[in-house]
């Protein structure tokens, strides 16, 4: 392989996009991508019409939708600005080695547990598609689904997602209109119909119902630097890929998923509307099969792609290979049944990366410019901390704190609780002459 090859399939994990590589209509269309095809967060705000009616689904997935948006625009800005992921903007905030904690986090748990979860939910969904046909029998579907698809997208990097989501997005956007909406009217006859559906679970308040959308794609807009850093401008690449990507097309996803779920009342998977029976009952056929291959495929590299990002600040191996082993891990997972033991480690895991985001702004639009007076660089030579206490302390309070709170949302609650609380505490050091930035390691030729 040659060493341009090498150099595009490593991706610039840790190191700085240059300019030339930036191209913002890719990039928009692959925000896109994390925000309509997110498939298990569209599954569980699915899940919303089973206590609610198609107009409150709808407006608590605006709402939302519309938190996320607002935090995709942070995180996306960043990672815009200065063309780096989201674990490269973490040697910042928390210190060059505070960042490896960021970086086995995210490996651990959408690079190895949730990848591994979704190949087996894919599974699961292609032979309810085909019952009977041994390419839909679960485990062969989660070789060549997981092993193969998946894995190559994640494995080619940015480039792979992208060219993807120039196929899938108008693909399965069409079919979800047509499948989700039109063929669920159809089925119902009429839109009235469709309208007076009433759901057939516990009534859920439009406030939990926010819960649900927010809490279930709120890691995907912490980690919204991963692909901004190929936007041309911080503006275009932040704000605008989040508000397509996360408000348009989330919003977008829980319509198509509400129609189709209320319009064929079948039974669910746990509490998970069954969308591939969903999807049959009301006479898609082939066509759904297009849609669940793209949306799961469009979803599920992008875990892997994070995670390898994530891992790679940590280890010194190429992102190919990173990407293999985290790929492998979660596939094996999945072949053996034993993903839904990972659930509740992951749940735990997962309480402490929406904080990671409130003290990334505080970091950088508060902390470093107006307490410490420094400003973000990355390359070779810059000088990182190798600790920085403060932010670790206040990640982790705010996780504990937010997820105990009986009331609010509680991404919303611990992002805040992570911003307000590392404020404070680095003003308050700062003011007693107690250094919380510890130690310091320069950045080598190599990005370690």
Known sequence: MSKSHKSQLEDFSIRTVPIEERKIHSMSLLQAVLGLFL??????????????????????????????????????????????????????????????????????????????????????????????????????????????LMILTAFIGYKGLSTLSMIAVPLVAILSIWGGLAEAVNHLGSWEALLSTKPT?????????????VGNAAAGAVVFADVTRYGKTAAKGGFGGAAVGYFLGGVFCVIAGAAMTLAAQVPTIGSTPNIPAAMSQIGLGFFAFLILVFAQWTTNDNNLYTGSLGLRNVVNLSKTVIVIVLGVLGLGIALIGIQDYFVPFLNALGTYVPPIAGVMIADHWIVKPKILHKSYQFGEGTKYAKWNVAAIIATVVAGIIGSRLMFGITAINSIVIGFVLYVIIAYLLTKWNIQFEIGEKSEESNGF
């Not at 699961?124 to 679960?138: D, L, R, V, Y």
């Not at 679970?201 to 119902?209: C, D, H, K, Q, R």
Request: glycine share 16%; aromatic share 16%; proline share 3%.
């Open 39 to 148: 498939y298990p967060h569209c599954l569980l705000e699915g899940a919303l019409v089973a206590g609610m009616d198609f107009q409150s689904a709808v407006l608590a997935a605006v709402f939302g939708m519309l938190i996320l948006a607002i935090l995709g625009f942070f995180q996306g800005w960043m990672g815009a600005k200065y063309g780096v992921s989201t674990t490269m903007l973490t040697r910042q905030a928390f210190g060059r080695y505070g960042a490896n904690l960021f970086g086995i986090l995210l490996a651990l748990t959408m690079g190895i547990g949730w990848f591994g979860w979704q190949i087996a939910f894919f599974g699961m969904t292609i032979a309810e598609m085909f019952p009977n046909q041994w390419f839909a029998e679960p485990k062969i579907a989660m070789v060549w689904g997981g092993g193969i």
């Open 201 to 213: 679970g516990e009534p859920l308040s439009i406030f939990a119902g926010i819960t649900i959308v």
